[in-house]
């Protein structure tokens, strides 16, 4: 049963990843939605979520990107998706809700899988 349970941190970063690939790859078409630096900010954010991706599959740095990731997705709920689920909007309160389980899967991958703990401790 642990073999199985353990492909759920793998289950946790694939989406991540493919999401940060979307963000570089889409970032014209989601420029629109960001708050504020327009494709430059969706850019920063693919980066962002591909960067956690590649430091949980490898490894190092894994605590401080989740993190980092956590906080990521809490800051876009707020200041994307919170306006919008406030006003009986379903698709943005949809995304408030899949960002605050990503935030909340990073918290659980920074406290239970997290391997290199020189940055955060």
Do not use: E
Not at 103 to 117: C, L
Request: proline fraction near 2%; hydrophobic fraction near 60%.
């Amino acid at each position: 049963m642990n073999s199985l349970t353990s492909l759920g941190k793998y289950f946790f970063i694939t989406p991540i990843l493919v999401f940060g690939i979307f963000h570089l790859v889409g970032a014209q078409k989601m420029a629109d939605q960001a708050p504020f630096g327009g494709v430059a900010m969706i850019y920063v954010t693919g980066i962002c979520l591909v960067a956690f991706g590649i430091s949980a599959l490898l490894g190092k740095f894994d605590k401080l990107a989740a993190i980092l990731l956590s906080v990521l997705m809490i800051l876009i709920i707020t200041l994307i998706h919170l306006k919008g689920a406030t006003m009986n909007n379903g698709m943005a309160m949809v995304s408030a809700l899949k960002d605050l389980s990503i935030a909340g899967g990073a918290m659980m991958y920074a406290h239970a899988f997290a391997k290199d703990n020189s940055l955060v401790g």
